[in-house]
């Protein structure tokens, strides 16, 4: 059974930058497993944010980039604003098949 | 604007069926590939299964935990993908979205297994 590990949680100050990572247990990432990046707040659904490693929506502030980080995929919040606080969740392609990561809870404070 | 309503959420016991549906509107509905995500209470996301257009073969892909239980079908002329969740068990209870390309999600459904 395939696991996608994030950090648990991540706390960051307003302003302040922090990366957030997404490992698989079957070995280094490549863009072949195709990276998304999504945030969900409490009460509501997930919010897509980064496709295919580092592609934006159209509605995803510019803050926000994805990039491939020492056989991870990562994704890097630039100047944090208190409304980033939330749940953060990766998600694989694995052939036909998806995982989501873990979450990571990102705490501004 | 794209739109996705799922429905046919509810409460019902161990072993039990359900069909849910996702209305989609605002895109081209025919070309779309769909998937359906679950969230236990207080717990991650789980990707549940995606169903191809039919131009691309309409095949579908299930996760482990529900592979040949349930079973994801569409029907474009009703721009409407289902979820058909069969031999229910009590930890398939969820709150139940489908995306279109895991951009656009719906609000979800809440499915609750319990006896």
């Known amino acids: 059974q395939t696991v996608v590990t994030q950090e648990p949680s991540l706390t960051v100050s307003p302003g302040g930058t922090v990366t957030l990572t997404c490992a698989s247990s079957?070995?280094?990432?490549?863009?072949?497993?195709?990276p998304n990046w999504f945030q969900q707040k409490p009460g509501q659904a997930p919010r897509a944010l980064i496709y295919?490693?580092?592609n934006k929506h159209s509605w995803t502030p510019a803050r926000f980039s994805g990039s491939l980080l020492g056989g991870k995929a990562a994704l890097t919040l630039s100047g944090v604003q208190p409304e980033d606080e939330a749940e953060y969740y990766c998600?694989?392609?694995?052939?036909?098949?998806?995982?989501f990561g873990t979450g990571t809870k990102v705490t501004v404070l | 604007e794209v739109q996705l309503v799922e429905s046919g959420g509810g409460l019902l016991k161990p072993g039990g069926s359900l069909r849910l549906s996702c209305e989609a509107s605002?895109?081209?509905?025919?070309?779309?590939?769909m998937s359906w995500v679950r969230q236990a209470p207080g717990k991650g996301l789980e990707w549940v299964g995606r169903?191809?257009?039919?131009?691309?073969?309409?095949?579908?892909e299930y996760a482990a935990p529900v592979k040949g239980r349930f079973t994801i079908s569409r029907d474009d002329s009703k721009t409407t993908v289902y979820l058909e969740m069969t031999s229910l068990k009590i930890e398939d209870t969820a709150v139940y979205y489908c995306?279109?390309?895991?951009?656009?999600w719906g609000q979800g459904t809440v499915v609750t297994v319990s006896s």
């Open positions: 998600l694989l392609y694995y052939g036909g098949a998806y995982v």
């Open positions: 295919s490693t580092s």
């Open positions: 605002g895109f081209t509905f025919n070309n779309a590939w």
């Open positions: 169903i191809k257009s039919k131009t691309d073969g309409g095949t579908t």
């Open positions: 995306t279109h390309q895991h951009a656009y």
């Open positions: 079957t070995g280094a990432i490549t863009s072949g497993y195709y």
